[in-house]
């Protein structure tokens, strides 16, 4: 049983917006950082927007800064992310996981628990 289930992907156009949806099935998360990632063909993968289930507390990329918002429904255990206002460059492959560490600094989120296994979002010009 794969324990973060992604859902919630597909195309739109640029300037649409998709709700992504990361369910923990089998598996209940405690107090940590849940995360969604994205890896684009030939790049690496990027923490795009933490969230510590804790307080709610929130990282973002500067890259989604303003456009998307991470949330949470505890009694769900369920992480969001809303993408708002997509452009072309934000087609990936998007992944969520759990016992993230995110960093302000630009470098590297770690994983430490568990990956989903991804779904993909597509924008059209």
């Known amino acids: 049983q794969v324990p973060l289930v992604e859902s919630g992907g597909g195309s739109v156009q640029a300037g649409g917006s998709l709700r992504l949806s990361c369910a923990a099935s089998?598996?209940?998360?405690?107090?940590?950082?849940m995360a969604w990632f994205r890896q684009a063909p030939g790049k690496e993968r990027e923490g795009v927007a933490a969230i510590y289930t804790g307080d709610g507390s929130t990282y973002y990329a500067d890259s989604v800064k303003g456009r998307f918002t991470i949330s949470q429904d505890n009694a769900k255990n369920t992480v969001y992310l809303q993408m708002n206002s997509l452009k072309p460059e934000d087609t990936a492959m998007y992944y969520c996981?759990?016992?993230?560490?995110?960093?302000?600094?630009?470098?590297?989120?770690?994983?430490?628990?568990?990956w989903g296994q991804g779904t993909q979002v597509t924008v059209s010009p």
């Open positions: 996981a759990s016992e993230v560490l995110p960093t302000t600094d630009g470098s590297r989120w770690r994983v430490l628990g568990y």
């Open positions: 089998g598996y209940t998360y405690s107090q940590n950082f």
